[in-house]
């Protein structure tokens, strides 16, 4: 299938908060182990991106979608919050 990995920002950690794993309801017991092991220090500025999967032999379809995606971001970014 084709794909488009493409950037949309970094982490931040006073925004990407580790869950209180008190109150946080595993999916999984792999879900609980990957939750615990996060650290909001080090991964502050890793990027953060998305994919974008199509149909086999839609390879236009898929640039096309990340240039939509891409731009909605950017004007969700400029515009700020309502």
Do not use: H, W
């Not at 794993?21 to 502050?44: H, N």
């Not at 640039?63 to 700020?80: C, D, F, H, Y």
């Amino acid at each position: 299938f084709p794909s488009c990995t493409f950037p949309v920002t970094t982490a931040d950690k006073s925004l990407d908060l580790p869950r209180d794993m008190k109150t946080f309801k595993q999916l999984s017991e792999m879900d609980g182990i990957i939750q615990s092991d996060y650290d909001a220090e080090f991964y502050d500025g890793a990027p953060v991106s998305l994919q974008c999967v199509g149909r086999r032999l839609e390879e236009e379809k898929v640039l096309e979608m990340v240039e939509v995606i891409s731009g909605a971001l950017r004007q969700a970014k400029t515009s700020g919050p309502n």
